[in-house]
């Protein structure tokens, strides 16, 4: 591990083996890199690993094992990291895989008709607030992208897309940017703290529309001292969006790789039914929960209005180009018409 520009030890993304901007959370915590320095143990990513799983059942829980690993395979476990693509798996001896990318959207179908079959002709209804899948694929609340030889890369595309989405900025050259989402301004309304930099707002929506894409969410800023002018006001320190009463609430969004018989792979982006980030959230400092100063009050929310949504702009070539939401209001939505847009199908 070697030091950066600033003299301080940052290991490099691991991005070979997946994308940087889902694997951050598994670089070593401060504490360790303080410790130990250029000799900090950073977990490796593995990647093609073959295991054998043996399951006994009795013969009248076939159909449900069958469904089970069948959607494990497909759209993986429970878990902020599966759920953005790590432990894509395929069934090396089975033949039940989409023939090519035009088909992945029918063999979805198929497979959820043929597991829950049963279910429907006993009339069985969906429970609220218990997420599944079947309601998402009969909907068609998902994206499918075209085929591609290499796994890594079209996962790896499939995340760009979604860090552009979430990171609107326009950047002029730098390495970041003034991000064109209502939070970052919101944070320093809030914390009354900003720097001579950002002294204006960009948009003043007074909530937190991407809590959609699952909690909790630590925003940083960047928050150097000016040498110059050590007294000169600064940006907030961090913050933790979370949802109100608990520590995290899933993502509703999964993002997975699927192998198809003439060893291609596609991507696929899926919002799971039955669930959705609750619109009661505590912005905290250090544990501490924040007031929102327009109620002061310690709640704050993330459903928009139709007025609000048409603020949020897309940024196109470091300008402003029109609403990224599409006219509407569901964050979720907009990202799988983003996706149809920039991967064509």
Not at 53 to 78: D, M
Not at 95 to 100: A, F, H, R, T, V
Not at 267 to 273: E, F, K, V
Request: proline letters at 7%.
């Amino acid at each position: 591990m070697e030091k950066n520009a600033r003299g301080n030890y940052n290991p490099e993304p691991i991005s070979s083996t997946a994308p940087a901007y889902v694997s951050f959370p598994l670089k070593p915590e401060r504490n360790a890199i303080r410790k130990y320095g250029s000799q900090t143990p950073i977990n490796p990513i593995r990647n093609k690993i073959i295991f054998r799983l043996k399951i006994t059942y009795y013969q009248h829980h076939k159909l449900e094992i069958q469904a089970a690993l069948w959607a494990w395979e497909t759209f993986g476990g429970v878990g902020g990291r599966t759920r953005r693509g790590f432990g894509s798996i395929t069934q090396c001896d089975s033949d039940n895989k989409p023939q090519n990318a035009e088909s992945v959207t029918q063999w979805l179908k198929q497979n959820i008709n043929n597991y829950t079959e049963d279910i429907s002709k006993r009339g069985f209804n969906w429970i609220n607030n218990i997420p599944n899948i079947v309601e998402s694929i009969n909907e068609s609340k998902f994206f499918c992208s075209k085929q591609s030889l290499n796994a890594l890369s079209i996962w790896s595309d499939m995340i760009n897309m979604l860090q552009i989405f979430r990171h609107q900025r326009i950047q002029y050259g730098k390495k970041f940017g003034r991000n064109y989402w209502p939070e970052p301004d919101f944070i320093r309304r809030i914390t009354k703290k900003r720097s001579y930099s950002h002294n204006k707002d960009i948009v003043t929506i007074n909530k937190f529309p991407r809590a959609a894409f699952g909690l909790p969410i630590i925003f940083q800023f960047i928050n150097r001292k000016d040498e110059s002018n050590p007294n000169a006001p600064r940006d907030p320190y961090d913050t933790t969006l979370v949802p109100k009463g608990f520590e995290r609430f899933s993502s509703p969004l999964i993002i997975k790789i699927i192998q198809c018989t003439d060893e291609s792979y596609v991507g696929i982006a899926l919002i799971l039914s039955k669930t959705q980030v609750p619109n009661q959230l505590q912005l905290k400092k250090g544990g501490t929960p924040l007031l929102n100063p327009n109620d002061q009050t310690e709640d704050f929310q993330h459903l928009l209005t139709p007025n609000e949504a048409q603020k949020i702009k897309q940024i196109e070539a470091n300008k402003a180009s029109g609403s990224l939401l599409n006219q509407g209001t569901d964050i979720l939505k907009a990202f799988l018409a983003y996706l149809k847009e920039k991967m064509p199908q």
